[in-house]
């Protein structure tokens, strides 16, 4: 056995036309492989895009958070599905048995099955929060102790990016419990404060005079904002409060913005500010 690995048998064996050329052919076979798998992949993608936003354009009613986050899962699903079909095809170039390999890796299967149990846990709760809407891509929300925006819903795990830049990735099994703050309007809550002495029946008045015209300035705001009256009092100083309901997640920035715009407006009213 020996005698056929001496280096004579090699140099034969590479200086061999048909060497070379069955090399070739295998070469070559695995590159088309390749630059197929890569063509069905991104021309299958562009054609989920271009599905779900002809149904956006339907007049039928859609989620847009909802599209979003199953035209990626699809996407993920195509890929995955094609680069598998690829692999096999490559194994099979090389002449290496599909059929008994994947027979075998049944049987692995069984034998480790117990210790996948959370993979397939994963995968079953991922479809769980696709189809059941709990959350989308784009939604901000609260996963265990990651805050932020959910950045990708994939099979097995979901990505939220949190607003100081970290990316927190998540077994979906491990998904419990789930804040959504984009489903419903947020509430603004702005209180400021004015001179004790202030006359409070002029103040509303001038105060339901300001809110209404927010709305015209601010989009985020679903309404006027309410005056909710005196919320504190001390011997300097009376704190009011306003309510304002808006867009989902847009409440901080529209109350900084009405307590700036409050502020200039009852200094113009020649209203004490303490």
Known sequence: MKKEFTIPNIEKILLNEDTWIHLGNVVLRVIIIFILSSIVVRFGKRIIKHVFLVREKSPLTYSERRHTTLMKLLQNILTNVVYFTAIIAILSVFDINVTGLLAGAGIVGLAVGFGAQSLVKDII???FIVFEDQFAVGDQV????????????????TKV?????????IPNGSISVVVNFSIYNSKALIDVSVAYETNMEELEKSIERFLQ???IKYEELVKSPTYLGVQSFSSSEIVIRIAAETKPMQQSGIARNIRRDLIEFLEQEGIKIP
């Open 213 to 215: 015209a927010l709305p």
């Open 125 to 127: 709760t991922g479809f």
């Open 142 to 157: 609260q996963i265990g102790s990651a805050t932020g925006t959910v950045e990708e819903i994939g099979l097995r795990t």
């Open 161 to 169: 990016k949190s607003y100081t830049g970290e990316l927190h990735t």
